[in-house]
């Protein structure tokens, strides 16, 4: 993975509502950017979201 084919984005798990910084590769992929994302869930369900955008989705 290159820096030309990927983004940095804030994303929040929506099993525990912890919230990382990922990697959004053009594939559709989301990839933590640290092992340490504060999300311990077995399986994460990572979202992307937007800057004016609260974890919940309001």
Known sequence: MT???REKRAA?????NAVCAVWCR???EIV???STTGCDCEERALRVVDA???PDGD
């Open 52 to 54: 004016l955008e609260t």
């Open 26 to 28: 053009p594939d559709g």
């Open 3 to 5: 820096t030309e084919n």
């Open 32 to 34: 933590p950017i640290s």
């Open 12 to 16: 929040v798990c929506e099993n525990c």
